[in-house]
């Protein structure tokens, strides 16, 4: 497919608003598009790009180079170009970037030359664009839209799906079934701001600790367990505790879903720094296991003995986790009628903060298991209001920061795909995190002015803050309060960051 093609579908979605006009316009580009161009269009019509990071600098970017006058470039020859570059590295490496880069864009037109300076720079990101891609996907192949979400949702990869049934037609849905050994995405939560308002929403409800961890999937076929992080990272040679706890279950078969974390000597959980430090490090497991042990907390089961739970009320898929595994390693839960019972939520709560967790999860009984999905059925209650936001730049530090990329400045998304500024902070930061950010930071960097570096909007931070104020100084007309650092959360993807919408509801008394 050519890349001329792929750039006007993609400024002719970006102008409709139509839904259904939308997923006819990708129908076509579907229709046209060989099975190889599927994993690079989609994220192409996302704003993604499937390498990652490139390092290309903006600087490299700016310079013009005079555009081709007719369209030749394939998208896979730019895929091509891009994973060179990608692994550009050593000295005179600027040189050849710049060499091409200048060659892609010498191939290019006008109008892909600002196809690709979008995708580059990382400014058109269209985070709906993957639900209007799987209808249009099924509007261009013939199967039914219901089946190639929960396709998508098993597969977790749309790329993958879409491959498959370009190639080979409605028929190749069969092959992404749940299956023990291939992991899912896990099921995600909202928010809710206090128990009750949760409990009014979701009538009769279990109520369940929320533990301060690392997700696991794990699944289990006789004597072979493979452990998953919620990113579908293989974990499992990290954590001989879970391999040897999933052993010593009675079932042979199963997929069970969980948290791993730390507790101290007295059953305390230690902090997540500690737990997410443990599963980071893979040398010399041996020691950490003994330094920092873990134990898993199971809360769902999704497959026990080839049978798929995921459509089962959470009720029976409770009472499935309740046969296959005691006690100790199943969540702690209370199950509350409806919104007259709310004081035994309220109560479990309380509890659970005392023992040192940090909320709780209720969640719907009747609800089944979205893959992939934050579910309306399973929301989060927490005491300590954080936000996940986008670091847009960073600055050189100063002192003892000197050399190092420090003050970050944060954003939160806006309606229309992009990003909102909403203060800096350099607060919170350790050594090592000063470190790792330098480094990340700078293979985002898409420019450089003075002190302040600009970077691709790709890494989401986790910000507390103790309030919010307005603020003439900053694009959303208000600014974060006190805001610091608490983890990078690489498991995010920018467009699961905060909106200013979703910041400026809970916050009803400031008003830009
Ligand atoms: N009982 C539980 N049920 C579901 N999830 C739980 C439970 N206990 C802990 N968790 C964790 O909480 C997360 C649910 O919150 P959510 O899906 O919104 O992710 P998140 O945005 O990372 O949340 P947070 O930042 O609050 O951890 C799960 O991914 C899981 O790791």
């Not at 690709?116 to 985070?127: A, D, H, K, P, S």
């Not at 409605?170 to 009750?196: D, I, K, N, Q």
Request: net charge neutral; with cysteine.
């Amino acid at each position: 497919m050519l890349l001329s093609r792929l750039a006007r579908v993609s400024q002719e979605v970006a102008a409709t608003s139509a839904r259904t006009r939308k997923i006819e316009l990708l129908a076509e580009l579907f229709r046209e598009a060989e099975p190889d161009d599927v994993p690079i269009v989609i994220p192409y019509l996302a704003g993604r790009l499937p390498q990652g990071r490139l390092g290309v600098g903006w600087k490299v970017l700016g310079r013009p180079v005079a555009p081709a006058a007719a369209p030749t470039l394939t998208v896979r020859e730019v895929d091509a170009l891009l994973t060179e570059l990608g692994k550009v590295s050593g000295p005179g490496s600027q040189a050849e970037r710049a060499r091409l880069v200048g060659a892609l864009l010498g191939a290019s037109t006008e109008d892909e030359q600002r196809f690709l300076f979008g995708l580059l720079t990382g400014e058109v990101r269209q985070g709906a664009l993957d639900a209007v891609a799987v209808e249009g996907l099924a509007r261009a192949t013939g199967a039914p839209p219901a089946e190639v979400r929960r396709a998508v949702m098993l597969a977790g990869s749309l790329q993958t799906v879409a491959g498959a049934l370009l190639a080979d037609g409605p028929g190749a849905l069969e092959r992404f079934r749940l299956t023990v050994g291939r992991p899912v995405l896990p099921m995600l939560a909202h928010s809710a701001s206090s128990v009750a308002e949760a409990v009014e929403k979701l009538g009769a409800c279990a109520v369940e600790e929320k533990l301060d961890g690392i997700r696991v999937q794990v699944h289990r076929d006789s004597d072979t367990v493979r452990v998953h992080t919620r990113t579908l990272d293989d974990i499992t040679d990290r954590l001989p505790e879970v391999t040897a706890a999933a052993r010593g279950l009675e079932g042979e078969r199963f997929i069970l879903d969980g948290e791993v974390i730390s507790f101290d000597d007295e059953g305390r959980p230690r902090s997540f720094q500690e737990t997410a430090g443990r599963v980071g490090s893979r040398v010399d497991v041996a020691t950490a296991a003994r330094e920092v042990p873990v134990s898993p907390v199971f809360f769902d089961v999704l497959s026990v003995d080839g049978r798929d739970l995921l459509d089962l009320p959470l009720t029976e898929r409770h009472a499935e986790l309740a046969r296959l595994v005691p006690e100790p390693m199943r969540v702690r839960r209370t199950l509350v009628s409806g919104p007259g019972d709310v004081g035994a939520a309220e109560a479990f709560l309380t509890e659970t903060l005392e023992r040192g967790h940090e909320g709780v999860v209720v969640k719907g009984l009747d609800a089944a298991y979205s893959a992939g999905r934050r579910g309306a059925s399973w929301l989060k209650v927490k005491p300590v209001h954080t936000l996940d936001l986008v670091v847009l730049a960073a600055e050189w530090g100063h002192g003892r920061r000197t050399g190092k990329l420090s003050n970050l400045h944060l954003g939160a998304r806006t309606a229309d795909g992009g990003f909102a500024m909403l203060g800096k902070t350099f607060k919170g930061l350790t050594d090592a995190m000063l470190t790792w950010q330098t480094g990340r930071l700078r293979e985002l960097a898409v420019d450089e002015s003075g002190h302040v570096v600009t970077v691709r909007p790709e890494l989401v931070v986790e910000i507390a803050y103790d309030g919010l104020q307005r603020s003439t100084r900053y694009p959303a007309g208000v600014t974060l309060r006190f805001a610091r650092v608490v983890r990078y959360r690489e498991d995010k993807r920018p467009e699961e960051a905060d909106t200013v919408e979703t910041l400026l509801a809970a916050h009803p008394g400031v008003r830009p």
